[in-house]
């Protein structure tokens, strides 16, 4: 393959790198080599990321039930493969810590021939997946409020157009959040992470200590198939869509590499934290209220499953609204998490010409060093998307499947192109420091995360 000296690219220049720590210098080296300039202020530290990255994952707070057996083993079987997909994200992010993700790894791992279209439409893919899941969870923080409204006061009549309201104003408060730039995300996000863990807590205690526990033999080998599915094995199939969807987004912190001190390090750990941390608080939630539950068929029949067991668990009005204020307010500040990720990712897209217009989105306030036309397109795309949900609810479940469905399909084409370098002996471990790696049409280097870690210790 051709390599391209860094001379023809533009180097930060030296007054640019005074009064910044060697990661700092390092991290905009490396991004220079990879033909990116750095323009976006690493802001970001490992534990604001690792913040940043679980309560983006918010899984205990989506965690929801249906057959119980199957629910359980659905979210092992589905927390199993995340890890592995994730393992993979992270080695693609130590070689090439770029705010444009899974689109760039294509232009790098895919034959000289195909790099462009396997790179132009996995870009695509991203874009949607991310635009789709913001603004699903935008609607959904709306459902969620409107439901608590109506548990404390029945005689109120929930509104579609409430609904989208509500998740208006949601959108716009990660709107501001963001805007603000500097270091306010990064601050955000440390203290996000404090009520992601401790509000866990303060929703699991009461609810096992007040609930009738029902026994383990109903929790563990219980079916049901409430879908009336041809067969039980594919109605456990159509189940998994529920954990998978509380594990998207998961690749929300490769989205903000450039805004992070040793991003090669940094962010593949944030990263398989977030899934252990995230994978062990969902399932802990999961068993939790699978004990818990007293109507099954009812919960499954409610407007949001998990109200109704903490109602059902705790027997008290005010305590279940206290347990759903909570998750309204982690799903809230997650929103300013999601909308960064999702605006950088569509910036970075923008940045390389995929996008129509790109030379408006491409822009970056020099006050705060934000793609703030990125920030503001997203927002404004949320509200459109969300219009949906007041035509069709139907529609609308359709905007979910395809968040899922695009950002998956992005980590299944990433993926199959690492696993046919790997077979076929297309990475080294090192390269000369005065050449450009792991971008298109150059030499690819690659050295595991772990001992990236360990070797820098």
């Known amino acids: ?23 700092q210098n390092a991290d905009d080296i490396h991004l220079t080599r990879l033909g990116k300039r750095p323009v976006l202020k690493r802001n970001f530290g490992v534990m604001s990321m690792l913040g940043f990255s679980c309560t983006i994952l918010i899984t205990w707070e989506s965690v929801t039930t249906g057959g119980p057996a199957g629910s359980v083993y659905g979210y092992i079987f589905v927390w ?10 992270s080695e693609l992010v130590s ?15 895919a034959p000289q021939s195909a790099m ?10 991203t874009v949607i997946g991310w635009q789709a899941t913001y603004a699903t969870v935008c609607y959904l923080g709306g459902n969620y409020i409107e439901t608590l409204v109506t548990l404390t006061n029945p005689s109120y009549e929930p509104k579609i157009w409430r609904q989208v309201l509500i998740g208006y104003a949601i959108a716009l408060f990660g709107f501001i959040i963001n805007i603000a730039g500097g270091k306010v995300l990064p601050r955000f996000e440390g203290a996000i992470l404090v009520l992601h863990i401790l509000g866990f807590f303060a929703i699991l205690i009461p609810m ?8 383990a033999e109903l929790v563990f080998t219980q079916f049901l198939n409430e879908g009336q599915w041809p067969s039980q094995g594919l109605s456990f199939f159509v189940g998994l869509i529920g954990p998978v969807f509380a594990f998207a987004g998961g690749d929300a912190a490769v989205h903000l590499s450039e805004e992070i001190t040793n991003a090669t390090v940094a962010v593949p750990l944030s990263l398989m934290l977030t899934v252990l941390i995230n994978g062990t608080l969902g399932f802990s939630m999961l068993i939790a209220l699978l004990f818990c539950v007293e109507d099954i068929t009812g919960a499954l029949e409610a407007r949001v499953p998990f109200l109704t067991i903490f109602h059902q668990a705790t027997g008290s009005v005010a305590g279940t ?4 204020a909570i998750i309204v307010a982690m799903g809230s500040c997650s929103s300013a998490g999601m909308l960064a990720s999702t605006s950088r990712q569509f910036w970075s897209f923008a940045r390389d010409r ?24 997203t927002t404004a795309i949320t509200w459109l998307l969300s219009l949906i949900g007041i035509g ?48 298109a049409g150059a030499s690819l280097s690659g050295v595991l995360f772990m001992s990236r870690g360990f070797g820098a210790s």
């Open 354 to 377: 995929g996008i129509p217009g790109w030379r408006v989105w491409t822009k970056v306030t020099a006050r705060t060093a934000i793609p703030a036309y990125a920030v503001t397109l």
């Open 80 to 89: 199993v493969g995340i890890a592995a997909t994730f393992v993979v994200i």
């Open 208 to 215: 096992v200590y007040m609930a009738n526990h029902n026994t």
């Open 1 to 23: 393959m051709t390599s391209y000296d860094l001379k023809q690219l533009t180097r930060p220049r030296s007054y640019e790198l005074e009064e910044r720590s060697s990661y």
């Open 392 to 439: 069709s609810d139907l529609a609308f479940n359709d905007l979910m499947s395809l968040s899922t469905s695009g950002l998956f399909s992005s980590y299944l084409v990433v993926a199959g192109l690492l696993l046919w370098r790997r077979c076929t002996g297309g990475i080294s471990g090192s390269t000369s420091e005065h050449t450009m790696i792991n971008t």
């Open 95 to 109: 070689m090439a810590p770029t705010s444009g993700g899974q689109y760039h790894w294509c232009s790098m791992l």
């Open 116 to 125: 462009r279209i396997f790179s132009y439409i996995t870009g695509w893919l």
């Open 321 to 324: 609204a206290a347990a759903g």
